[in-house]
């Protein structure tokens, strides 16, 4: 046999020189895999958080425009006070059964048992102030924020979302209107109303029913307008401010979030896409805000 057709490996070796040379490549070809993989996950991140600052931002400047063009009587066109009043009924009539169920099984579920057990406790003077701080100022905007956002904040992001979508909101721009005083200006102004509205019909609801729970029980023997007194006398000047600042706001960055939500929506967004994100969007905000109002206090 000619030296051309030999084992080209050397005697003693039993290594395959391509397999060797394979082995070499890919262990030199494996940082630049990992390099690729690490820029990818970096890319995706940073898409996530300019994504979420950016519609920050767009939040923070459609507020500040609300409250400016509030204040500016030509705004208030015939259209745009048709679009409040709709809204504002839908928000207020429509929800004012299901905030008074809520507030019933609040005062339920809560009032009367923490009635019960202050003065199991021998704690009854502390009754108004904890419920002020418990019910009225934590619970009840949490629980009608979360009302306003399922039942008409998802209508909102419906609406323009798919007046987005098909093309109208570029309809009415090139006819010289602006979606921005047309649609949300006053629908995030009838959402202000509402959330205001609600909230107190809300702790309204919630602190008779635990009275009248907790007056059947035998807990308590105090007329109604001593009740509401101790409760009353529980809370302090600010309070008198806070708590219905905390049911505006909630009610005003709702309106907001799931206007700007459905006029950001893209011709790739459905209704699978947009509701997700409007109602997490907007469950984020009422937390947000009650997180920043307990801060502060």
């Known amino acids: 046999m000619s030296e051309s057709n030999a084992n080209p490996r050397e005697p003693g070796s039993d290594r395959d020189p391509i397999l060797e040379a394979e082995s070499k490549r890919q262990t030199q070809h494996t940082p630049f895999v990992l390099h690729v993989w690490v820029r990818q996950k970096l890319a995706l991140l940073g898409r996530l958080t300019r994504h979420q600052l950016w519609f920050f931002l767009i939040m923070l400047g459609a507020c500040w425009g609300v409250v400016f063009e509030s204040f500016r009587a030509h705004s208030w066109r015939r259209t745009v006070r048709y679009e409040f009043g ?32 202050l003065g199991l406790a021998g704690l009854a003077k502390m009754t108004g102030s904890i419920l002020v701080n418990v019910v009225v100022r934590e619970i009840a905007p949490i629980l009608v924020g979360i009302l306003l956002l399922g039942r008409n904040g998802m209508l909102s992001v419906t609406e323009l979302g798919l007046l987005t979508t098909s093309g109208q909101i570029r309809s009415f721009q090139a006819q010289g209107l602006d979606p921005f005083l047309l649609l949300v200006l006053p629908r995030t102004l009838a959402f202000t109303v509402g959330g205001f509205t609600l909230g107190i019909l809300f702790s309204f609801a919630s602190l008779v029913t635990g009275y009248v729970i907790s007056r059947i029980s035998g807990v308590i023997t105090n007329p109604v307008w001593t009740f509401f007194y101790d409760v009353v006398g529980g809370m302090s000047g600010a309070d008198y401010i806070i708590i219905p600042l905390k049911f505006i706001t909630v009610g005003f960055v709702v309106g907001v979030g799931g206007c700007l939500t459905g006029l950001t929506a ?32």
């Open 86 to 117: 709709v809204t504002l009924n839908s928000v207020v009539g429509g929800g004012l059964i299901a905030t008074l169920f809520a507030g019933t099984l609040t005062g339920v579920a809560a009032v009367s048992q923490t009635i019960y057990w």
């Open 266 to 297: 893209t011709n790739q967004d459905n209704l699978r896409t947009l509701l997700p994100r409007g109602f997490s969007r907007g469950l984020l905000i009422v937390m947000a805000v009650s997180v920043l109002f307990s801060l502060d206090l």
